[in-house]
């Protein structure tokens, strides 16, 4: 093991005037490296942001075939169920891979 992975701050002793100042001031201590790691961490909270509903992208039609804000929340909930039948991501959250399907050779590829 390389010696800057063992390096680690030691936070000095704070002197007393300083507490004594910080007491009287009603000085509040912000948050540390290590509570910003821990906030970052939260379980239950999912990268998908999108779904608030004051973030949703506003649907404007401006001519006759654009869509309207109906088929625009039928489409979503089409791509959510669509998702939804994926095989789902192994528990221990191991990548899991499956063999490819082979083309059959009546069907034409181009590239």
Known sequence: MSKRKQVSYVRPAEPAFLARFKERIGYEEGPTVETKR??????????????????????VVLKKGDLSVEEVMKIKTEIKAAKADEEPASADGRIMYRKPVKRSSAEPHFG
Not at 41 to 57: A, R
């Open 38 to 59: 821990i906030q970052l961490q939260l379980p239950g909270e999912d990268g998908d942001h999108s779904d608030k509903e004051d973030e949703q992208p506003q649907v």
